[in-house]
């Protein structure tokens, strides 16, 4: 799992001069990005709840342009969706070459929420034979593993995103949405329902991790107790890794130019 550094701002100022450069950077390697048309990208985020996801997403992404940009969030699978793979609801939604594709939870759900709430597996009408946990989430990490390896053979980077809070920081947020009317919408009773399983998350996140971070489709663990830092350091990954692209814009061969010029005259000459 990759490591990036703890601290990214030293005050409020630097931060936002920090992330209007960041975020200038990845709208001009994102329009590098839509016309060369070579490479997809897909961002996933995955983190407990109130880690930030939303608010890095809409941050960082603020310079982008909607048109090559996909945001796709998801929850409890549809009758549909259970009636194919695991992966075959995600599948659906990846990004097109040149444009960005965002997964806001992912098909890592399915080894994570399912791992700890097993009654889900139980209800999802797999075989009696296949249903093993004591094999199942290895089965599935290799599954996700060749997955995201046919991805990068065939021009999709992934870039995979774990906001790491902690237990304290979360309680923190959960009290500032009681406590502050305009964010009582973000709260439910799952929230509290979930925290009790704390621990199996952390398990369940630390084995899924290390299963499923690979060279190609790295997993980067960011601390997420303080947004702005987290939001800095998402951003300078994402920025890195489209400049690794090494994009261009697609020449323009010499029939193409006699063309264009042709055109200008007549444009000039109106």
């Not at 490591?3 to 001009?28: G, Q, T, W």
């Not at 990208?41 to 709840?49: H, N, P, R, S």
Request: charged residues 30%; hydrophobic residues 35%; contains cysteine.
């Amino acid at each position: 799992m990759a490591d990036p550094v703890a601290r990214a701002y030293k005050s409020k100022h630097k931060y936002h001069k920090l992330l209007d450069e960041r975020i200038d950077e990845l709208s001009d390697l994102q329009r590098m990005h839509y016309a060369s048309n070579r490479y997809s990208v897909l961002l996933i985020f995955q983190a407990m709840d109130a880690a930030g996801k939303d608010g890095a997403i809409r941050h960082v992404m603020s310079g982008i342009n909607p048109q090559g940009c996909q945001v796709f969030s998801f929850n409890h699978p549809t009758a549909t969706e259970l009636d194919h793979d695991f992966l075959w609801r995600t599948t659906q939604c990846l990004p097109e070459r040149g444009r960005i594709g965002i997964f806001n939870r992912s098909y890592y759900e399915e080894v994570l929420v399912v791992r700890v709430h097993p009654e889900i597996l139980r209800g999802q009408g797999l075989p009696d034979s296949l249903v093993d946990e004591k094999t199942i989430w290895k089965q599935r990490y290799r599954s996700i593993v060749d997955l995201e390896d046919h991805l990068q053979r065939n021009g999709t980077r992934i870039i995979k995103f774990f906001l790491h809070l902690s237990k304290d920081e979360q309680r923190k947020r959960f009290l500032d949405r009681i406590d502050e009317p305009e964010k009582n919408w973000k709260f439910s009773l799952a929230d509290i329902e979930e925290r009790q399983y704390w621990k199996q998350y952390m398990n369940a996140y630390e084995s899924c991790l290390s299963a499923t971070s690979t060279k190609s489709s790295p997993w980067y663990v960011v601390p997420a107790d303080q947004k702005k830092n987290a939001r800095l350091i998402i951003s300078t990954i994402i920025v890195d890794t489209f400049k690794e692209l090494r994009m261009r814009c697609p020449a323009t061969s010499a029939e193409r130019r006699g063309e264009l010029t042709k055109f200008r005259e007549r444009l000039v000459n109106e």
